[in-house]
């Protein structure tokens, strides 16, 4: 038995110096995405807030309120989640805004929802193992 766990160490033990890049190119990747829509909300500001009244039917809150804190969440916690600074709470509140862009908008395309099942997973890495190695959480030693 020792021989095999040592022969699985051989072969596959390299893996763990990619963590560190992964949960990296994870992080930049889900926040180019969503500070880009954070941008295109700002760009066109009156448009956001049509979008926000007619299209998209976000639960429990004024549709103005709505569109404030979904420009502001999509424009900070990505900087943040960016530089790997308390990385499970900025994926958490990604997330959160993830899961009201699915359920407040009823008519989305199969591809599109895809996507954001793929940004969830990759935002649920983050939760999970946190920043990395690679982070702002790992320089300053925040777990």
Do not use: C
Not at 56 to 70: D, G, K, Q, R
Not at 110 to 137: E, F, P, Q
């Amino acid at each position: 038995m020792k021989a095999i766990v040592n022969l699985y160490n051989t072969l596959f033990g390299w893996l763990v110096y990619l963590q560190a890049p992964a949960l990296l190119g994870a992080r930049l990747y889900v926040a180019w995405v969503f500070f880009k829509s954070g941008l295109t909300k700002i760009r066109d500001w009156e448009s956001t807030l049509l979008l926000f009244e007619y299209e998209y039917a976000v639960p429990l809150l004024n549709f103005e309120f709505a569109a404030y804190l979904a420009t502001f969440g999509e424009l900070v916690l990505p900087v943040l989640l960016a530089l790997g600074l308390f990385t499970r709470k900025m994926a958490i509140g990604i997330l959160i805004i993830n899961y009201v862009a699915v359920i407040s908008l009823e008519d989305m395309p199969t591809a599109a929802l895809y996507l954001h099942h793929i940004w969830g997973l990759l935002l649920a890495a983050s939760i999970i193992w946190g920043g990395g190695k690679l982070s702002g959480d790992a320089l300053l030693k925040i777990k």
